[in-house]
């Protein structure tokens, strides 16, 4: 099973490597960017972010690839089954997030130190880096079962309005939870929170890669091909 599921993220990977002179452009121009903007501020958040944005949420193409080739169909005509290509999936798009993410910290960091000469604030940076991660997560899991249910096109489209619409109705929870509760705010400390949200960004990232997996499975599972 792994190494079929290892074949499946080579297959992705590839899909890459077909555009990797367009990959190779877009790098050294966020590498010229966040350069230049180094010179009056410290860039070194917003550029990990930028890479994560770039590259990382890139990976949801290989959907379009896929589907454009009919390569599902070709697959499951093989020994491979449909959860081997459901987790393929949701692993390719995890660690391509990771490594574009990690890649901008380190890039970020060595052309600050260059240029600026030290980062400061480096553990608050690193935590609002996680966030922005749990973020991307956050789209991607709404993504990915959209694209399974109705497309690519559609499901872009439906995966725009499904976490603004999850976003608003935990807003309007918490929202009516201060009011009804109105000595919660003092007593939540938000300086605590943001202390360990590493930690609370990891319990949300494993939340929103196991339900997402789930529902994708289930409706990839009972779609025709």
Known sequence: MMNTIKGLMLKDLYVFKNYKSNIYFSLIMVIILIAIASFEIDVFT????????????????????????ESDDYLLSLTITRKDI???????????????IISGIIIS????????????????ALRICFIAFTSSSFLMCTDI???????????????????????????LICS?????????????????????SPIICLVLNI???FLSYHISYKIFSKKSI
């Open 86 to 100: 459901v987790i393929a999936k949701y692993l390719f798009t995890f660690f391509t997030s990771a490594i574009s």
């Open 176 to 196: 009516l939870i201060l009011l009804l509760f109105s000595n919660l705010y003092n007593i939540v400390d938000l300086k605590l929170l943001f202390k360990y």
């Open 109 to 124: 960091f060595i052309i600050t130190i260059i240029v600026r000469g030290h980062v400061s604030g480096l553990g608050n």
């Open 207 to 209: 939340i929103f890669y």
């Open 46 to 69: 917003a550029g990990s972010i930028i890479f994560l944005i770039f590259f990382g949420m890139n990976s949801i193409s290989t959907f379009s690839y896929d589907e454009n080739a």
């Open 145 to 171: 079962p959209c694209i399974y249910k109705w497309g690519v096109e559609k499901g872009r489209m439906q995966s725009t309005i499904i976490p603004a619409l999850l976003i608003f109705v935990f807003g």
